[in-house]
């Protein structure tokens, strides 16, 4: 900055804004002491941007979504809400979460472990991670962040003017050396996803738990999110860490088991955690739809899904895949969820030679930072006469696959 300064013969204090400025805009990344350097795409550009189109005849997994045919009709829902509504319009000034949908909220993660704490709801889970992020953190600010991991995620934290430091994973969870030494390098914050972990279906086990659990202890001042997307369509045991730390927030999302559409969050965390989003959501939106959370109560209260089918039905054919592809010497991961992660050597070549067999599946570059080469495939679309066939495709084009440490 000294050596510009003179250069443009300005004070080293207009360089040192305009570095901020455009780290802050999302235009150069900083990497420690190897200097600032322009950024290959915008922050504000998404991974979601890499995706293989699926051309006409070509099966698609690589949207990611959850199988149509286990989510619920809205229907009924909506009318409910609307009953509802019709004798108590829902107005200004009256309380932004609904008090049946907290209590019932609440007492689902009182089932689970997860701490005691107030509740507000969000507009799904990345509004929530967004929100929790911007009311402790500043531009600059190092996040832990898993790699492979959720792309949105992944873009979120740049797009912020925050720096991402890569966690690696493995069907446990976050890597128990990579945590402590991002926490130890100065990360601020930590984002976990407990179950079903796009893109590789990794699970917090109990022992993992505790000793990740001994980590943030020695780091009380980290910020710790959660994201429970895999809620209802999971079958494991979740194991949280909330609570840890001085401040922390736990994510619940309606999206995988009642569908996408249903822009519905819930989130708990420690009082000035949930008091800042709060307050700074009365700011922009206001609330999320108190129709919505109606709709959401009543799918919870009615047992429109069958969460332990739905699980099931996942997990039989996730892993139908990975036996499958393990038969064919083709390392997969994939414990928990709707997607299978495939290590491979040439992931531009995989999925050219995939799409050619018929199969378009998502790039791993989506949900990768430093971790190695994969590919996603998602088995929502897939039915048991399809297992066999796509493993063949995927071992055509993955060749022999060796066992892979992320991290």
Known sequence: MRELAARLEVNPNTVAAAYRTLRERGVIETAGRRGSRVRPRPASTPRGSLRIEAPPGVRDLGEGNPDPALLPSLGPALAAAAAIDAGHPGLYGEVSVVPEFAAYARGAMDADGVPEGPVVVTSGALDAIERVLAAHL???????????GWGSVLDLVPALGLRAVPVGVDDDGPLVADVERALRAGARALVVTDRAQNPTGACVSGRRVGELKAVLARHPDVLLIEDDHGHAIVDLPLHPLAGTTDHWAFVR???????????????????VTVDRVAGRQRLGPGWVSRLLQRAVLHLWTSDAVDTAA????????????VHALAERGVVARGRSGMNVWVPVSDETGAIARLLHAGWAVAPGARFRMAAPQAVRLTVSPLT????????????????????????
């Open 384 to 407: 048991a006469a399809d297992i066999g066939p796509l493993a063949d495709a995927v071992a055509a084009a993955a060749g022999p696959a060796r066992p892979v440490t992320y991290g």
């Open 138 to 148: 500043r531009p600059g600010d190092a996040v832990a962040v898993e790699d492979p």
């Open 253 to 271: 999302s309606a999206a995988k088991a009642y569908g996408p559409d249903l822009r519905v969050a819930v989130l708990t965390g420690d009082a």
């Open 310 to 321: 739905v699980a099931r039905s996942y997990a039989e054919r996730r892993d139908a895949l």
